[in-house]
């Protein structure tokens, strides 16, 4: 079972993020549980979206405490409390321009920023990020596949459902670049 926890601050799309996730994996076959945490319940605080993602019924019902996936809508949410929910080894991609080196120590976690802001710039998408950051999460976590990703977007997007698409395409793209680049 793949178990991911996402982070935000209310306001970033962490938690629309999270559902678009679970709808693509769920469209290419998945088992998929997800359920969402939310601190002051305001524009600003922490927010979490964790899912589950099997190929058979998920039985279990209880809070995620060792993902093998973390994705950090913001740098400076980055801390040991975020990293405890993730196993020692855990993939996780965070949205900062800064290099994995200059994140800190974070042990045997395998990090991979991604400059989202600038992702989401380009493509006329301004401060929201979530597009880009799906689009670089399902590259490093090798599904759903790109063309399911950008279906649930388009679909579930509320406004500038081309520019989400294009933003996603964009970080999936540079991801799977940054990948081939180091094989």
Known sequence: ??????????????????????????????????????????????VTSSLRVATRPIRQRCNITQASALLCFDDSLLDETFLRQGKDDALVVVNSARPSEALGGLGNRRIIPVDGKAVARRNNMGKVVNSALLGAFAACLGKPDLDTMCQIIEATAPVKKQENVAACREAFGLLTQASEGVG
């Open 1 to 46: 079972m793949l178990e991911i926890v996402i982070l935000g601050r209310g306001g970033q799309g962490a938690q629309t993020a999270g559902n678009q996730l679970a709808q693509a994996l769920f469209a290419k076959g998945y088992f998929v549980q997800t359920f969402s945490t939310y601190g002051g319940a305001r524009r600003g605080t922490p």
